[in-house]
Structure formats: C-alpha cells, structure tokens
C-alpha cells in the first residue's frame, strides 16, 4: 500500500457558482451526508491505513477553511490521530498541478524515512465509491508505483463524455494474485473530444475516461520530472528541507518559506499530465472498480440529490433541482436547476448547467461576480 496521499485541493470550481467561489470553493460545499468533497477525500485517504502523511495541497487563502475541515471531520470520526497525521501545504499562488506534486515529493523524501515514499494522489472534489473498490484498486496501483511506475487510474466510460481527457489502453500487464486484467501500459492521453469522436472511442472499447488519479514513488516521480520537464524539476531541488510546519489545533500547516515562495515565481503552471504523464516511458494504468464522478456540473450534482429541500415550493412542477438559502417557489416550470446562494443567483435548463462559465465570465465583466 502507498505510504502517504497527497490531496490537491486548490481547484476554484467556478462551474459550481453561486455555492462554489473564490472565498469558499467546491471542495468545501456539502456532499449531502454530512460531508464536504474535502472531507469525503480526507475520510477516503484515512481509510487507507497509511503510515506516513496526508497532505493537502491549497491555497493560501483556503488554509482555515481545510484546517477547520479537518478538525470537523476527526471529531465526527473520533479520531483524534488524524490530525497528527495531516498536513496542509498552502500554495504561495496556484501552478497546477505538477508544481504541488514536486514540492511535496521534496518534503516527503526530506524526512528520509527507512521505507520508499509511494504516494497516491486525489483530488479534493471528486466522488469517488464504494470504499472497498477504491482501496483494492489503490493497493494495485501502489503496487505498480513500487516497480518504478507512474500510475493512472483509468475509468471505463458510463456515456461517450465530451467533458473528460481520455486514455487510450495498450498491451495488457500481466499481474499475480488475480489482477489479471485490471491493468494496461497507457498507449496514449487524448484531449476532451467533440460528440462523434467521444461515441467512436466508447464503441472501440479501448479508451477510458482519465480521472487524474495517481500512484508513483516520490523519487521516481521527480527523476521522470527532471527529465522530461527540467525547469519545474530544478526551481523545487531544494525546497523540501527548507520547509517548517507549524500547528493549528494540532493540524500541521507547512508555512511558505522563501525558497517555496521563489520557486513558484520561476516554474511555469502545467499539469502532471503535461509535464510528465504524456512524455513518459513508464505510465500505466489501473482500470477503475471503483464508480468516479469530478461532478463537474450542477447537472452532475443533482444527480446526488432526491426530492426538494424544506424551503422549496414546487407546484404543477416536475424534474427540478433546487438549493438555496432562501425560500424558493416553483410553479408550472419543468427540468430548471435553481441555485441561490451569497446573493448571487442561477437559473438553467437541465442539461445546460455548463454555461454558467459564460454567464460567470459576463458578470465579472460587469463588476458583478
């Protein structure tokens, strides 16, 4: 099994507007059972057994809002040694995806432990069930880090998606213990394709959805780095012993050094895929047992979620989705998503939340996002 999770946690999830903003994220929004998307990973990445750290990855101006998460969510789980076991790194200024991985790779190898750092990477804001198939399928891709791989989690496709990255499967790995199957070299990643692309892809049966999951050793991840994309490789050489973590209520808080700060002035944003991922020799893949949604939508969301809230009034109403922080009556309407939240409203026909992007660009526009 991985020794430590690393969870990225500085995505601003603007799809989910008005809930979801730059004060408080999607990762902070409520599951529905008592959760946080943040809390549902953390709970996820604690589950695992690990013996070394989960560490989360976010910005600065988020780092109360994931303290207070975690304090909430150990003393729902009366554990109290999950707060020992946390730590969260904030970000001077967000870089995607690949300058987090390095700079806690760095840490981590810092700490100079007996046994091989084998990370296993999440996102903070993805639904991810049941337990049981994520932890089989985190076992196998730890294992595969282990042997010097860079490992992705593959998901077979439910719809032919436009909105996803996908993989395209190689040649089968041959594995003992019944994993036969489960696991493919990784022939090549493909951009979100349009509608006919996406349905061609589903019916060859040999592309997956890319769910930006990962497993890999922290020195195998940082010598693929430093081959394949030098300058994030040489701007984090030297950060992980420059780090110095303080506590908050007993949650470890790495603070921002000035050897941190200076490396993310110099490395450009790019994501794992890009500066590693896509170029390397040794990427596989995990075919997922486990069900995945980035629940990227309002769409997406509702589909988590049955009937109407206390506050909604619907009347000769059908197929409606509503959230809000005030009261809401619905009358002769069909198939709306109504969101009300912070002052700031969304009104959008099922099926057409993902404009809200456009209609967040204009507001901004217009001074009044």
């Not at 809002?65 to 967000?94: I, W």
């Not at 909105?163 to 994993?179: C, E, L, V």
């Not at 450009?268 to 991922?277: E, F, G, K, Q, T």
């Given at each position: 099994m991985c020794t430590d999770v690393l969870i990225l946690a500085g995505g601003s999830g603007e799809r989910l507007w008005p809930v979801s903003d730059a004060k408080k994220p999607k990762q902070f929004m409520s599951l529905g059972d008592g959760d946080s998307f943040l809390q549902s990973a953390i709970r996820k990445a604690f589950s695992l057994?690990?013996?070394?750290?989960?560490?989360?990855?976010?910005?600065?101006?988020?780092?109360?809002?994931?303290?207070?998460?975690?304090?909430?969510?150990?003393?729902?789980?009366?554990?109290?040694?999950?707060?020992?076991?946390?730590?969260?790194?904030?970000?001077?200024?967000?870089?995607n995806t690949a300058p987090a991985i390095a700079w806690t790779a760095r840490y981590l190898l810092s700490l100079k432990r007996s046994e091989p750092v084998n990370i296993l990477m999440m996102a903070s804001d993805h639904i991810i069930k049941p337990a049981d198939a994520f932890i089989s399928d985190a076992e196998l891709a730890s294992?595969?880090?282990?042997?010097?791989?860079?490992?992705?989690?593959?998901?077979?496709?439910?719809?032919?998606?436009?909105?996803?990255?996908?993989?395209?499967?190689?040649?089968?790995?041959?594995?003992?213990?019944?994993?036969a199957g489960r696991a493919f070299k990784v022939e090549s990643f493909k951009e979100k394709p349009d509608?006919?692309?996406?349905?061609?892809?589903?019916?060859?049966?040999?592309?997956?959805?890319?769910?930006?999951?990962?497993?890999?050793?922290?020195?195998?991840?940082l010598s693929e780095?430093?081959?394949?994309?030098?300058?994030?490789?040489?701007?984090?050489?030297?950060?992980?012993?420059?780090?110095?973590?303080?506590?908050?209520?007993?949650?470890?808080v790495m603070t921002v050094s000035p050897g941190i700060a200076e490396a993310y002035e110099q490395t450009?944003?790019?994501?794992?895929?890009?500066?590693?991922?896509e170029k390397s020799k040794k990427t596989v893949s995990v075919r997922a047992s486990f069900l995945w949604d980035d629940v990227g939508t309002w769409d997406s969301l509702a589909a988590y979620f049955d009937g109407y809230p206390e506050n909604a009034a619907p009347v000769d109403t059908r197929n409606c989705f509503v959230q809000s922080d005030i009261p809401v009556a619905l009358?002769?309407?069909?198939?709306?998503?109504?969101?009300?939240?912070?002052?700031?409203?969304?009104?959008?026909?099922r099926g057409e939340t993902n404009l809200v992007k456009d209609a967040l660009s204009i507001l901004k526009q217009k001074g009044l996002a």
């Open positions: 057994g690990i013996s070394g750290n989960i560490c989360i990855v976010t910005r600065k101006d988020w780092t109360d809002l994931v303290v207070q998460d975690v304090l909430d969510l150990s003393e729902r789980m009366k554990e109290p040694s999950l707060l020992a076991k946390t730590l969260v790194m904030s970000e001077p200024r967000g870089r294992s595969l880090a282990n042997e010097g791989n860079l490992v992705t989690f593959s998901i077979p496709p439910a719809s032919p998606a436009t909105g996803y990255g996908y993989i395209k499967a190689g040649a089968q790995i041959s594995a003992a213990d019944g994993n509608a006919a692309t996406a349905r061609a892809w589903v019916e060859d049966g040999h592309y997956f959805w890319n769910s930006g999951l990962y497993a890999f050793r922290a020195d195998f991840f780095l430093a081959e394949y994309s030098p300058e994030i490789a040489k701007a984090f050489e030297n950060t992980g012993t420059g780090s110095i973590v303080e506590h908050a209520s007993g949650v470890g450009p944003a790019v994501s794992i895929d890009y500066a590693v991922s009358c002769g309407v069909d198939d709306l998503v109504v969101v009300i939240k912070n002052g700031k409203a969304l009104v959008a026909r």
